[in-house]
Structures are given as C-alpha cells and as structure tokens.
C-alpha cells in the first residue's frame, strides 16, 4: 500500500528588492531596521533576524563570513530545539519571509531555509 501524499505549506524566502519572488500570502519581515515604505510587512519574526550585535561585527569586519554563519546556525538552533513541528511557527502556505539582500548575493535565508525544510516546510529560496 502506498503512503499518502503529504503536501507541505510552501515559504518564500526572498528580498524587499525582488518582489516578484514573493508568494501569494503574508508578507513576514526577518530583518531589524528600516523597510521599504512601499511594502507592508504583515508580521515581523525577530528569531529569525540575526542578532544586532552579530550583524554589527560582520558589517564591521570584526568576524569573518564564516564566523556569521556559525553563530547564526548557533541562534537558529536555539530557536529550533523549541520548535517539533510546522503547527509551532505562524507561517502559513504562500507567505513569505523577507530580508534585504538580493537572491544572487550571500544572504542568510540560504542558511535559514534547512531549518524550515526540517520541520516540514517547502521552501522556495529566492
């Protein structure tokens, strides 16, 4: 006998600047500071911004691009060893979680995206 299909809610990770990879739901903000004042943010879910401090130093070249994403990955599994499921987070099919940088430059949705694969979301990382 075969298992049943599981379809799993779909999340977009994209930028404020490429609208068009946006999904067709919520619009949820994962970045500190100033947003584009032409698109409403929904939702904002600080877990998964990167903390001030961490953004500071690599902005400043006082750590190095591997030491980001090491304490970054650090923060999302502090968040994640709470969280068992997808019913645990407020993401719904077709929102989208935004930050700045464009899809063809480094960005740290390419780091949060196996995270949200892991409790049970499809990602489309853009």
Do not use: C
């Amino acid at each position: 006998m075969n298992e049943p299909t599981v379809i799993k809610p779909k999340l977009h990770l994209a930028s404020f600047l490429q609208p068009e990879n946006f999904g067709s739901g919520r619009l949820i903000g994962i970045v500190e500071g100033p947003r584009p004042r032409n698109i409403k943010i929904d939702l904002q879910f600080s877990h998964f911004t990167p903390k001030t401090k961490l953004l500071e130093n690599y902005k400043q070249n006082k750590i190095t691009g591997d030491d980001f994403v090491k304490e970054y990955k650090a923060q999302l599994e502090t968040v994640f060893k709470e969280v068992n499921s997808i019913d645990e987070l407020p993401f719904k099919d077709g929102d989208t979680l935004i930050s700045w940088e464009r899809a063809e430059y480094t960005n740290y949705r390419k780091i949060l995206a196996p995270y949200l694969e892991k409790v049970g979301y499809e990602v489309v990382l853009n």
